[in-house]
């Protein structure tokens, strides 16, 4: 039987080489869109062992001659500019990218590929100030930044592409994930990194900005199973992927430091310059629906993912 191919856009992301990993596992043949950047950091950027094609994914040709090259079987589409805090910092890139770039994916799949199926990544920043508690498929969107804005309009562009065209594609709702491999941009992982670093005794703080937040904090590599999953149904769909969950920033420091034998309010100083003109406040996702249409639950909950990426970070540190 001839391997099924899958194209990942943002596979050089946490989510994307993880997702790789799991579809060669699977036996796939794997392709992955990859731009250019400058001054890279390799070590930042998953490598993978399928074949990388170079394409930003706001250039529609570049985009057509990559859906053309690979006549994928499924398409899972993950690149953004996935920054809520650099969103407000540059809102016409992450509109771009975010908008334009999903736009440019389902496009050159309904003109070449339109038996393709398409997973979009949409995210709970679409909830934004939550209008009920917890959010599921149903809640009305509400987002409180230019990334949650981009992102509402991916998922409604997904579902408009479904309706329109019949396209197999389907949006994930999904809440935080983290992992050793999150960007460090992310709270989580600042966290842990600078824990790390603090142990080492080569800082003393880590700066942070709104501390008065909560987030439903799950396992990157629990949420691409989901995005599998969802490709692997009879019709397509929405669905919300979350732990049901919700935790403090505070608990979470208080979690991650505890683990090393300090006090985080020790460690911790604020500064403004962090602090976004509008946040959300406070997330929760109910997966009732991925559970029991998917058969998807989460594996990995609060306190293991805390003690995960803290022990990680040491162990990179270590090994420096
Ligand atoms: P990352 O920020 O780790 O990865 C983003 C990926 O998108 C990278 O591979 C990046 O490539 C790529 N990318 C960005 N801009 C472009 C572009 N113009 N052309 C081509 N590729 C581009 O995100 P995650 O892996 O954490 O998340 C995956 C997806 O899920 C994203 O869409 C994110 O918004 C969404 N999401 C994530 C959540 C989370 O908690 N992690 C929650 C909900 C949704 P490069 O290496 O070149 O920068
Ligand atoms: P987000 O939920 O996708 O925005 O994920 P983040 O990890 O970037 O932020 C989670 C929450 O932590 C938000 O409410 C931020 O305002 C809050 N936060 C507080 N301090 C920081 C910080 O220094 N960096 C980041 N990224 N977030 C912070």
Redesign the pocket.
């Known amino acids: 039987m001839e391997r099924k191919k899958a194209l990942i856009t943002g596979i050089t992301g946490q989510d994307g080489g993880y997702l790789a990993e799991l579809l060669e596992g699977k036996g796939y043949e794997v392709f992955g869109l990859k731009r250019r950047v400058a001054l890279e950091d390799q070590s930042a950027r998953r490598s993978f062992s399928g074949t990388a094609i170079p394409c930003d994914i706001t250039n529609y040709g570049s985009v057509t001659a990559a859906l053309l090259k690979v006549m994928p079987n499924e398409v899972y589409h993950l690149a953004a500019q996935s920054?809520?805090?650099y969103s407000f910092k540059d809102p016409f890139q992450t509109l771009d990218v975010n908008i334009q770039g999903t736009t440019n994916v389902l496009e050159a799949i309904r003109h070449n590929k339109p038996d393709a199926k398409f997973y979009f990544a949409g995210s709970s920043?679409m909830f934004g100030n939550v209008l009920e508690e917890p959010q599921t498929e149903k809640t009305p969107f509400n987002p409180r930044s230019p990334y949650g804005i981009s992102k509402a309009a991916g998922f409604f562009l997904t579902k408009n592409y479904r309706e329109a065209y019949n396209l197999f594609a389907c949006s994930g709702i999904l809440f935080?994930h983290e992992s050793p491999r999150r960007g460090k941009?992310?709270?989580?992982r600042?966290i842990t990194d600078a824990i790390a670093k603090i142990k080492a005794g080569e800082q003393n703080f880590v700066?942070?900005?709104?501390?008065d937040?909560k987030?439903d904090w799950g396992f990157s590599k629990d949420y691409v199973e989901a995005m599998w999953l969802m490709l692997q149904q009879d019709k397509p769909d929405d669905y919300v992927i979350a732990t049901n969950e919700s935790h403090t920033?505070e608990e979470f420091l208080s979690e991650a430091f505890s683990h090393v034998g300090l006090n985080w309010k020790d460690h911790v100083r604020t500064d403004p310059s962090?602090?976004?003109p509008s946040?959300?406040i406070t997330l929760r996702g109910d997966y009732t629906k991925a559970h029991t249409k998917l058969g998807w639950e989460p594996k990995i909950k609060f306190k293991e993912l805390v003690r995960m990426m803290v022990e990680s970070d040491l162990e990179r540190l270590q090994k420096r």
């Open positions: 920054d809520v805090a920043e935080n941009e992310f709270v989580t600042k700066t942070l900005g709104n501390l937040t987030r920033l962090f602090i976004r946040d959300v």
